[in-house]
């Protein structure tokens, strides 16, 4: 049997208590009174509770049961328990803490984009620890296993459209609500996206250069980062050149460029937009889902 570990789970938890007060605000205090639908299971809960006076989270638990059993084979038992625990507390706090809070009831535009962004972060936070609040991201994540080249920010946001339009049609009936609810998910899907790929982005340079060995040492020396030297050959001259690789974020890359010119001012340089760096002097990779 695996070993508990204590310090991990204990961060987990502190992860969920924190997405969860983000997540329940975006929902209980911005978008519960604005009267717009809100994707996901949340959105499903808050059509169960304008309907049927059935509590938001309990609601959201209410849903997971079923789709939980069904998805588990998708998942993993360790993906599902720790995913369970954020259900758990997320819904908790949706319950006992969101209504204490004050609710706003300023403008529906400004609700929109507050329960975006909080939400979006919530949720992303969440996967980044590998777990998820259950309901529709288990859906997501399942489909993701199947379709690894599609995003997990796609995916929800395909999948909230459904839900937008079953609120608008049997709640909300209100054509500026289903508009603010578009609006909503797809800035979710961006901050989503945003936190989740994007947050350790940098530049990958391409340096077709005769001095190649000398490049790469001083890019060593000014940022300590490795560069990785590939044998290229000139389509038309047909002369041999060296191709230095080299990733870096984006505050050093003006530096290096100027260090290359110096160099090698024939040096042909390419500089590309790089979404995620992850290994040695970047980001660990986390285990997969």
């Given amino acids: 049997m695996k070993r508990i570990d204590w310090k991990e789970l204990g961060l987990d938890i502190l992860v969920d208590i924190a997405a969860g007060l983000l997540i329940a605000i975006g929902v ?11 994707a996901g299971f949340s959105g499903i809960a808050i059509i169960m ?13 209410i849903l997971n ?54 939400c979006g972060i919530g ?37 909230d459209m459904v839900t937008i339009v079953l609120g608008t049609a049997l709640v909300f009936r209100d054509v500026d609500g289903l508009i603010y609810g578009i609006i909503v998910t797809y ?46 050959m000139g389509s038309y001259s047909k002369n041999k050149k060296d191709v230095v690789m080299c990733a870096c974020n984006n505050k050093q890359m003006y530096t290096i460029k100027k260090m290359v010119r110096k160099i090698d001012p024939k040096a042909f340089t390419i500089i590309m937009e790089s979404n995620e760096v992850v290994g040695e002097g970047f980001k660990e990779e986390i285990s997969e889902l």
């Fill in 123 to 159: 949720y992303a936070i969440i996967f980044m620890r590998g777990s998820s609040t259950g309901g529709q991201d288990f859906i997501s994540v399942s489909i993701k296993k199947v379709k690894p080249h599609i995003t997990l920010g796609i995916i929800t946001f395909v999948l």
């Fill in 187 to 232: 800035l979710m899907a961006i901050v989503m996206d945003r936190i989740m790929y994007g947050i350790d982005e940098g530049k990958l340079t391409l340096i077709v250069t005769e001095k190649g060995e000398e490049v790469a040492e001083r890019i060593d020396e000014y940022s300590g980062r490795g560069s990785t030297i590939l044998k290229g």
């Fill in 65 to 118: 049961i079923p789709v939980a059993i069904f998805c588990y084979k998708f998942l993993g038992r360790t993906f599902f328990l720790k995913s369970l625990k954020s259900i758990i507390i997320t819904s908790a706090i949706m319950d006992y803490v969101a209504p204490l809070l004050p609710v706003y009831d300023g403008s529906r535009f400004l609700a929109a984009l507050c329960m975006g962004v909080l």
């Fill in 28 to 38: 209980y205090n911005f978008a519960l009174n604005a009267d717009f639908p809100v």
């Fill in 49 to 61: 509770y304008h309907l049927l006076n059935i509590p938001v989270g309990v609601g959201t638990v």
